[in-house]
């Protein structure tokens, strides 16, 4: 069974929209959107991850930040620990940097049935805030 560590980054403007990104059509919850981030590793912590990982999948540099919620999630062939991050002070303007769409929602607009059932939790939330 695979284990993976995940930062993930809840890209939120002033205006209270949320920046996601589409997974690929050949990656695990294939076309699902999703907070961008990814895998925590060695040696690195969740805030390191989620800089790098933000860095590489939409061009920005966090600068602000705070943990929001970490879950962990059973798969049939993985288990997988997300730490979400509420990301609301960045340099640049965030975009799919690696060919992926993005797009920005407004808050209470997400859709739990467009991510991967992990995310559910984080988006009922959300929508609370």
């Given at each position: 069974?695979?284990?993976?560590?995940?930062?993930?980054?809840?890209?939120r403007?002033?205006?209270?929209?949320?920046?996601i990104?589409q997974?690929?059509?050949?990656?695990?919850?294939?076309?699902?959107?999703?907070?961008?981030?990814?895998?925590?590793e060695?040696?690195?912590?969740?805030?390191?991850?989620?800089?790098r990982?933000?860095?590489?999948?939409?061009?920005?540099?966090?600068?602000?930040?705070?943990l929001?919620?970490?879950?962990?999630?059973?798969?049939?062939?993985?288990?997988?620990?997300?730490?979400?991050?509420?990301?609301?002070?960045?340099e640049?303007?965030?975009?799919?940097?690696?060919?992926?769409?993005?797009?920005?929602?407004?808050?209470?607009?997400?859709?739990?049935?467009?991510?991967?059932?992990?995310?559910?939790?984080?988006?009922?939330?959300?929508?609370?805030n």
């Amino acid at each position: 069974m695979k284990i993976r560590q995940i930062a993930a980054g809840i890209i939120r403007n002033s205006q209270g929209e949320i920046f996601i990104t589409q997974r690929p059509a050949d990656a695990h919850m294939a076309n699902k959107w999703e907070f961008p981030g990814g895998k925590i590793e060695a040696g690195e912590s969740p805030e390191q991850a989620l800089v790098r990982e933000l860095g590489e999948e939409t061009g920005i540099q966090a600068t602000g930040y705070q943990l929001f919620e970490t879950i962990e999630h059973q798969f049939p062939d993985r288990h997988i620990t997300l730490w979400f991050y509420l990301v609301e002070q960045w340099e640049g303007e965030p975009w799919g940097k690696e060919g992926q769409p993005g797009r920005w929602v407004k808050q209470n607009e997400l859709l739990a049935d467009e991510f991967p059932p992990a995310n559910g939790l984080i988006i009922q939330k959300l929508a609370q805030n």
